[in-house]
């Protein structure tokens, strides 16, 4: 489930943890959900009170030597992540993994990540700047350094290498989730159908390079146009703030090592606070 991965528009598939929870009818008849079942203890299981089983060491060193590969051709390579979660699942277990993963994709700059969620709500947590700050404190814990660059800017613009996307199964998912997708800081933006359906790129701060033929160039005003053509009158349009990034600021026991990051990063912690 990393490398040679068998999806049409990517190079790899990537799963730092594995197991999810049902939010939506998109998440009836998972495949991955399936699979779980013939082996609960290395692909999870899903509910509430399912097991996130977070994968080896060996396994979260694949995409460094992807970065590195892509680098030789001078190419850059896809990873859809995550097949077999959502990398916005807010699980206390999985904070200091989503950490990592993060980390992980500013360290394979030669790799363009493709997060593919059905809680847009929750990465709405990448524009705050206190979610970047623990990722580097996270990262002086491992004795790494920190990410390059302004957290604020990071918090502004995004890695340059992510790719979000949300999933569009129907009509009031389109409506909750685009407009959160769009007010998301990342690199190219787009959407899925669901399973075996053909991607939408949607309007994008960085549209300048190659993406797969599979997403199709869909323009802001193409997009806006068919939003409030179909939205249901009165429709909530569902933008609001997870619980992922509600949980975005200060920790106990943290501080200590989050003020070293902001030092370490050139910072000040004033311009670095985002709310």
């Given amino acids: 489930m990393g490398e040679g991965s068998k999806i049409e528009w ?63 051709a001078g190419d850059r390579h896809r990873v859809f992540c995550a097949s077999l979660a959502d990398v916005f699942e807010d699980r206390p277990e999985l904070i200091e993994p989503r950490w990592r993963l993060f980390s992980l994709i500013a360290d394979t ?37 920190v990410i390059p660059g302004g ?23 389109a409506d909750e989730r685009i407009p959160i997708l769009l007010d998301t800081p ?5 959407r899925a159908g669901g399973p075996g359906r053909v991607l939408d790129e949607l309007p994008s701060a960085d549209v300048g390079r190659e993406v797969p033929r599979q997403l199709r160039p869909c323009s802001e005003a193409r997009l806006d146009h068919r939003w409030r053509r179909e939205r249901p009158e009165g429709a909530a349009d569902g933008t609001r703030v997870g619980a992922v990034a509600r949980r975005a600021g200060p920790r106990g026991g943290r501080a200590g090592v989050r003020e070293a990051a902001r030092e370490a990063a050139g910072h000040d912690v004033r311009a670095d606070r985002m709310h």
Wanted: charged share 25%; hydrophobic share 35%.
């Fill in 151 to 173: 957290m604020t800017d990071i918090a502004r613009d995004g890695l340059p290498n992510v790719w979000l996307g949300t999933t569009v199964e129907d009509q009031r998912r």
């Fill in 10 to 72: 990517t190079h790899h598939t990537f799963n730092p943890w594995r197991g999810c929870t049902h939010v939506s009818p998109g998440c009836e008849h998972c495949y991955a959900e399936a699979l779980s079942k013939r082996n609960p203890a290395q692909l999870g299981t899903w509910g509430a009170g399912g097991e996130r089983v977070i994968a080896s060491e060996s396994y979260w060193k694949q995409p460094e030597r992807w970065n590195r590969a892509a680098e030789k």
């Fill in 109 to 145: 700059p030669h790799l363009d990540w493709l997060l593919l969620t059905k809680r847009p709500e929750n990465a709405r947590v990448l524009g705050v700047g206190n979610f970047w700050l623990d990722i580097n404190a996270w990262r002086l814990e491992q004795g790494l350094s």
């Fill in 186 to 190: 990342a690199a190219v933006r787009f």
